[in-house]
């Protein structure tokens, strides 16, 4: 069965430089959530978007911003990268029920993000 | 927005039964309870989802008495693959899907 997408799997930059992360959802799902893990750390949740709006916001900087465009696909930016923002991003999927969240989360292998 | 509270790690020997107990005492009439298993470097993996009572499926079993203000998941005759982080979460209508302090099992041979 086809699973949620990210890419890429590992990413290297540096200080003060942007970053672009990808997900492709499960077909048909329309939720969206990103989630930070820094490590020995619990997943911290960003943001997320229910049928290409979003739908909440969690500890996201500033400096980050993330879209669901038309195809269901999300794209989580970051700029003036900092080392702090090394850390393991997850993407989630789900079918959301008129936006409702509790249906079950299928997560992503991640993107390892390090900042140098 | 339920809290979450579970124990930060437990240790068990192979082919026991795990227990792990979730508090949610703020949980909503319209909330779910979902737990989650987590190996390192890999996203979160759905275990089971109840709402009330007992739910079982292939994995686990989840006991939810009838105040809902806890939660159990009973892993059957663990083995060292088992070794993971456990996440219960609690959401359910428009709230966002946030994840607690987990509850790292370590099995041991």
């Known amino acids: 069965a086809a699973g949620v997408i990210q890419s890429p799997r590992h990413l290297i930059k540096e200080k003060r430089e942007t970053a672009t992360l990808k997900c492709y959802p499960i077909?048909?799902?329309?939720?969206v959530y990103w989630y930070q893990q820094g490590p020995g750390q619990d997943p911290q949740f960003l943001i997320s978007?229910?049928?290409?709006?979003?739908?909440d916001k969690g500890s996201i900087p500033d400096r980050f911003s993330a879209q669901q465009f038309s195809d269901y696909h999300s794209e989580l930016n970051m700029s003036s990268l900092e080392l702090g923002d090394s850390a393991l991003y997850f993407c989630?999927?789900?079918?959301?029920?008129?936006?409702?969240?509790?249906?079950?989360?299928?997560f992503g292998s991640g993107t390892q993000l390090s900042v140098l | 927005l339920a809290k979450t509270t579970q124990p930060i790690s437990m240790d068990s020997y192979e082919g026991q039964e795990v227990n792990i107990t979730c508090s949610h005492n703020n949980i909503a009439t319209n909330d779910y309870i979902t737990w989650y298993q987590q190996f390192p470097s890999q996203g979160p993996r759905f275990i089971i989802q109840g709402y009330k009572t007992k739910v079982t499926n292939e994995v686990a079993s989840l006991f939810i008495p009838a105040d809902r203000k806890s939660s159990t998941l009973s892993l059957p005759r663990v083995s060292l693959s088992d070794t993971a982080v456990y996440y219960c979460?609690?959401?359910?209508?428009?709230?966002?899907?946030?994840f607690g302090t987990g509850t790292k099992l370590q099995v041991i041979p």
């Open positions: 077909p048909r799902h329309d939720t």
């Open positions: 989630a999927s789900s079918l959301g029920v008129g936006g409702r969240h509790h249906e079950k989360l299928f």
């Open positions: 978007f229910y049928e290409k709006m979003q739908s």
């Open positions: 979460l609690v959401a359910g209508g428009y709230q966002k899907v946030t």
